[in-house]
């Protein structure tokens, strides 16, 4: 029975990707009016392109991301069936759910006091999808993004970790920090000329970054020298939050109760560390904690919670202090039992 529900469901999604990139596929680049289209195209794709625009009229239709834009706000994260179909097909779109629409409306009214939402759902219902939308929308609209695509795969991690100099208890990750540094590099290019830091910083015996140097200073000394990485992602998280008077910033966590679950990173020793042993969680969180609660009014926090057996539970999640109240936005899809004419809807 088990089995039988899994084929149909893996079944029904395999349609529905099929429907989306079929219908993206033959779509021209240049302007072309949707009444020229065919009819079972007009039926699945909107005109809108921009998150910014959209509006619940788009609900349940697709639209397109340019490939520019895919390659800079999503070059990390995502789905990994969802990301074989993109780099198939060429081409990269998202479903307009509901829960999505109301974030960005929250979004676009924003004034003092920030929203915070966290999504939950069972697995496949379109939580990490749903909080793409609004980091795309955030992209669009000039925000500095804070994305952290997976706490999950950061704390499960198998690459090498190193004891931190600062701290002897905590463990660093030079590999993954870097990895981030440089995603990070990337979606917030054009802000960090602006950016300066608010304080001296001293990294080993030699190197120093002083009060009023670019903020693309703390990147440039974790990716030339990795040792130093996963710091770099503490002050940057830091000087970030200290910052968020200037800019408005979108903070986006995948998979956030993988903080609080098991962790399978190991020591140079070769053994299991303790999740409130990793540095990079640590940053997170510390970073998390005052921009919610302390600085927060201009950031948004976006937090997707995967639900399955092996992460922890959500009232774990719940427990953890956010500081004020956050809504909790529930994700879950509808699938019609028949091969034909199978769809989600959220």
């Not at 496949?124 to 980091?135: D, F, M, P, Q, V």
Request: charged content about 25%; aromatic content about 10%.
């Amino acid at each position: 029975m088990i089995l039988s529900l899994l084929f149909r469901r893996l079944a029904a999604n395999r349609l529905v990707s099929r429907r989306f990139f079929a219908a993206n596929v033959e779509q021209p680049d240049i302007g072309i009016d949707k009444d020229d289209l065919e009819p079972w195209k007009r039926s699945y794709v909107t005109e809108r392109t921009n998150p910014m625009n959209h509006s619940p009229s788009d609900l349940s239709f697709l639209y397109q991301i340019p490939n520019s834009e895919f390659k800079t706000v999503f070059s990390q994260g995502l789905p990994r069936n969802y990301r074989k179909e993109v780099d198939i097909f060429g081409q990269a779109g998202l479903l307009v759910r509901k829960p999505a629409l109301k974030i960005i409306n929250s979004l676009k009214n924003v004034k003092n006091d920030a929203p915070r939402f966290l999504i939950s759902g069972p697995d496949g219902c379109g939580k990490s999808l749903t909080l793409a939308h609004a980091i795309h929308f955030g992209f669009k609209a000039g925000w500095l993004i804070v994305y952290l695509p997976s706490a999950f795969q950061l704390v499960h991690s198998q690459k090498p970790t190193r004891h931190s100099h600062r701290n002897p208890t905590q463990f660093d990750q030079p590999d993954e920090s870097v990895a981030w540094l440089k995603n990070f590099r990337l979606m917030n290019d054009r802000f960090l000329g602006e950016m300066s830091l608010s304080s001296n910083y001293t990294w080993g015996k030699k190197d120093v970054t002083h009060a009023g140097d670019p903020l693309a200073r703390v990147i440039d000394q974790g990716l030339y020298k990795p040792v130093h990485a996963t710091d770099a992602v503490g002050v940057l998280l830091k000087e970030v939050a200290l910052q968020q008077d200037k800019r408005n910033v979108l903070f986006a966590v995948d998979a956030f109760n993988g903080f609080f679950g098991m962790c399978s990173a190991r020591n140079p020793d070769g053994n299991k560390i303790g999740v409130e042993s990793l540095g990079m969680r640590r940053h997170f969180l510390r970073a998390l904690q005052s921009m919610v609660v302390e600085v927060g009014a201009r950031i948004w926090l976006g937090i997707d919670v995967w639900v399955e057996m092996r992460c922890c539970c959500v009232g774990s999640v719940e427990k953890w202090k956010f500081g004020r109240n956050i809504a909790v936005l529930q994700s879950q899809s509808f699938i019609r039992r028949r091969g034909i004419g199978t769809r989600m809807f959220f």
